[in-house]
Nanobody
Framework: QVQLVESGGGLVQAGGSLRLSCAAS????????MGWFRQAPGKEREFVAG????????YYGDSIQARFTILRDVAKDTVYLQMNSLKPEDTAVYYC???????????????WGQGTQVTVSS
């Protein structure tokens, strides 16, 4: 079982930046791919970014347009989502996810955090 705890959400103006963090409850570096989904009000959950175990190759959702970067600190079992040039349409609850494969992380991850709210004002 993997528990994920997100932090770093909040309110920011359009054009600003935020960095989300996700700490895992157990050693994940060599086994689990990790990533982020988001869900805006009235919309389905959307894949944002994923990164392979040991901080390897990263994947991004089509709507991100190179504004976000996913990073992984292997030693701390922590993954980050650096979000720049934020837009009001980025407003959503952001969820940290994990699974044993990076493909699963981008589609139907097994483990989910509780989520952290990101609100971008215009």
């Amino acid at each position: 079982q993997v528990q994920l705890v997100e932090s770093g959400g909040g309110l920011v103006q359009a054009g600003g930046s935020l960095r989300l963090s996700c700490a895992a409850s157990r050693r994940t570096a060599s086994t689990y791919a990790m990533g982020w989904f988001r869900q805006a009000p009235g919309k389905e959950r959307e894949f944002v970014a994923g990164i392979a175990a040991m901080g390897g190759i990263a994947y991004y959702g089509d709507s991100i347009q190179a504004r976000f970067t996913i990073l992984r600190d292997v030693a701390k079992d922590t993954v980050y989502l650096q979000m720049n040039s934020l837009k009001p349409e980025d407003t959503a609850v952001y969820y940290c996810v994990a699974d044993t494969g990076v493909v699963a992380v981008t589609r139907t991850p097994k483990y989910w955090g509780q989520g952290t709210q990101v609100t971008v004002s215009s």
